[in-house]
């Protein structure tokens, strides 16, 4: 194992053709400074050049095209910006023009008329003619037309390009390393999975990413490093999850008085069967004796809420104390003004810490959490101050969990010394399955995925800009029936100020329209005081219309009213729109979302709009938003799992994932230490983890 790191641990400067210099801007610019470094160094796309066109084939379809011929003749034409050279080209099929705007004198002294070339790019029609723009233009040679083959495109920066390193030198230096490096690339994957998915080498495969012997070649090479990729990290989060269960002990809570007599004499409605099942999985955990980790994931208004108010009780019934925390002042009023109803019932002490809580206030809420007095704590990050200590923290919920770091999480934990407080993380933004096995694999993961009784599916139109007086005749006929409105506005940080000034047009518009009609308005520069001042009109329905940016995203529950009115639709995500849409829908009556867009919208957001317009349900639209930016952009997963990926893609690679999670997971039920000899490679790779490497598929 030694040898191995060792020879990978090589300098590249020590490779032939690179040297100190070349070395040295792989270094800044590429962050490669190993001869592992420069293998894990992968092509983001490669580029097919195993077929020859003839000028006479060439149409607008073709995405790039690669010819051989003649250099006719050439001139300089233009001045200034305009200057350029343009080179006739010809085969024996007609001829084409070659154009470079920049490099100019360097092509001058490079071209040769009646010297065969092989030019490549993408040819565009100018009249009659077709012309290439920068090819990439190289002398034909015996080997270059037999070396035609799948080449690889590198992320370059644009200080590399100046310093005329491109893709052809970086897949030259690569070739010359493989040379050395492919007897010193020891497998990584035990024999039976290479057999069970029939998965070729990890020479193989490194040598046929970079430079595939043909397209065949090129797609085992990735499925088999993608497999790598997710298998390990998999093993990573389910032997986390493993170490968990067996070496954190968790508080028993048995006793279940509390429950039985809310049951009996306060609960409002009855569970659906999802709510139920969920409650017997946090039951289960509970009495285990270890730690419980759960992730609760539910669509917007599946009542996520009471699920973990029931499960409070279970800890306030064994003598222990439960928080919840939330992201926003605005979330935690919520949660702590729905609590408390419940709270007051059974006669326990309900306490709300946030940033805008007294001093006065904030003093009694410590004394009675460390007193034990205080039985259920709602809060924000005011919850993590040295100064809040509990007597006995049993269960932790986190809502919105994706907003909080990992050291705030664990910040929290560490309230308990003794033993650590069971631990429920909550989200109303449906994860796609695939995104939630690679982020929270290490996490027991139960779903709400049916909603209350009773509730109508939210109607959802598209209306353009031009519909706008409809859509305010439709605001007024259901406030005349009773209902309230929210009219939401963006508000995106980069355009802070104008998108306030659209927010208050916005308000006097409405106020214009509506001049009969009390209209509250929300936004993010106001204080905590008047937020809840605006709020409180709100929910005692003294305003009929709440005008507000995305502070109402989440949370905000106002049963009576049935419209959401969303402005400049076109600059939301879909998991942002949807969220909106859910702070309708919780009444009785049949509610409406209405998305306002301009007439010049594009593909993506068309989908969009589609998507949210046919759809109600999270878990699907979750999916679509997957599949449209990909799992970097979505809300939350900038963090652990999602960094460690560089080939595969969460949105296109599930079957990959599934299989690789199976086996990590067979693996390890069977194996827990990877003690046995199958398992060897296996082991070596955790090893060279646990010496400081965050990819558990590098190259060894």
Not at 44 to 49: G, I, Q
Not at 262 to 282: C, H, N, S
Not at 412 to 430: D, S
Not at 452 to 467: L, M
Request: with cysteine; net charge neutral.
């Amino acid at each position: 194992m030694t040898e191995r790191i060792t020879f990978f641990d090589t300098k590249i400067e020590f490779l032939k053709g690179v040297g100190p210099q070349r070395a040295a801007l792989f270094n800044t610019e590429l962050n490669i400074f190993t001869y592992r470094d420069l293998l894990q160094y992968y092509p983001f796309r490669h580029e097919d050049r195993t077929r020859f066109y003839t000028i006479a084939e060439i149409n607008d379809a073709l995405p790039a095209v690669q010819v051989i011929g003649r250099i006719r003749d050439w001139v300089i034409a233009g001045e200034g910006p305009k200057k350029r050279l343009v080179a006739t080209f010809t085969d024996h099929t007609g001829s084409m023009d070659l154009v470079w705007f920049q490099g100019i004198s360097h092509f001058e002294k490079f071209l040769r008329a009646g010297t065969e070339y092989i030019a490549y790019g993408k040819a565009i029609a100018f009249g009659s003619t077709y012309s290439i723009t920068h090819p990439e233009l190289d002398p034909l040679t015996p080997e270059s037309e037999q070396n035609s083959t799948f080449q690889p495109v590198y992320n370059l920066t644009e200080k590399l390009r100046r310093m005329r390193v491109d893709s052809k030198l970086i897949a030259r230096t690569m070739r010359q390393l493989l040379e050395v490096a492919y007897p010193h690339i020891h497998e990584t994957l035990p024999d039976s999975l290479l057999e069970q998915y029939r998965l070729i080498s990890k020479a193989d495969a490194i040598e046929n990413i970079h430079l595939p012997k043909s397209q065949a070649w090129l797609k085992q090479a990735e499925r088999r490093l993608k497999f790598e990729e997710l298998f390990y990290n998999q093993l990573r989060l389910i032997k986390n999850k493993l170490v968990h269960k067996t070496e954190y002990p968790g508080q028993v809570f048995r006793h279940t008085k509390l429950v039985t007599r809310f049951y009996k004499e306060f609960m409002p409605f009855d569970l659906t069967g999802a709510q139920k099942r969920v409650l017997r999985e946090i039951h289960t955990d509970l009495v285990s004796g270890k730690q419980m980790n759960r992730l609760l994931q539910g669509d917007v208004g599946s009542g996520k809420t009471i699920v973990a108010f029931i499960s409070m009780l279970m800890a306030i019934d064994n003598g222990a104390q439960a928080c919840i925390m939330a992201p926003t002042e605005i979330l935690a009023d919520q949660h702590y003004y729905g609590l408390k109803v419940f709270a007051d019932q059974l006669g326990l002490n309900i306490g709300r810490l946030t940033g805008s809580t007294r001093t006065k206030g904030r003093r009694i809420i410590h004394e009675q959490l460390q007193n034990g007095m205080m039985h259920i704590i709602v809060g924000t990050h005011a919850l993590l101050e040295d100064a809040v200590q509990f007597k006995n923290l049993g269960l932790c919920i986190i809502d919105e969990q994706h907003r909080f770091g990992v050291a705030q999480r664990a910040r929290l934990w560490n309230k308990n010394q003794e033993i650590y407080p069971h631990m429920m993380v909550m989200t109303a933004t449906p994860i796609p399955r695939t995104l939630a096995m690679t982020l929270y694999g290490n996490l027991d993961l139960s779903v709400i995925d049916e909603l209350p009784a009773g509730r109508k599916p939210i109607k959802t139109v598209h209306r353009y800009d031009t519909h706008r007086l409809e859509v305010f005749g439709f605001m007024r006929q259901q406030i005349e029936q009773g209902r309230q409105v929210y009219v939401v506005y963006p508000l995106i940080e980069e355009s802070e100020k104008l998108d306030f000034k659209d927010l208050m047009d916005g308000y006097e518009s409405i106020a214009r329209a509506f001049p009969n009609h009390p209209i509250g308005v929300l936004h993010g520069r106001m204080s905590g005081y008047d937020k809840d001042f605006e709020m409180e009109r709100f929910v005692k329905a003294e305003t009929k219309i709440m005008v507000a940016t995305t502070v109402i995203e989440v949370g905000v529950n106002v049963p009576n009213a049935s419209v959401m009115v969303v402005e400049s639709a076109e600059r939301f995500g879909l998991a942002q729109l949807h969220q909106l849409r859910g702070r309708v829908g919780r009444g009785a009556e049949q509610s409406y979302c209405v998305l306002m867009t301009g007439y010049k919208l594009s593909k993506e957001t068309r989908t969009r709009i589609e998507t949210l317009v046919k759809t109600n349900n999270g878990f699907e639209i979750a999916d679509v938003d997957l599949q449209l930016r990909g799992p970097g952009d979505l809300s939350g997963t900038q963090q652990s799992g999602i960094a460690d990926l560089v080939l595969a893609d969460l949105a296109k690679d599930g079957a990959i994932l599934t299989a690789a999670r199976e086996s990590a997971q067979r693996i390890l039920e069977e194996d827990p230490g990877l003690v046995l000899p199958q398992h060897a490679p296996i082991r070596n790779q955790v090893e060279i983890q646990r010496e400081g490497e965050t990819n558990w598929s590098r190259i060894s």
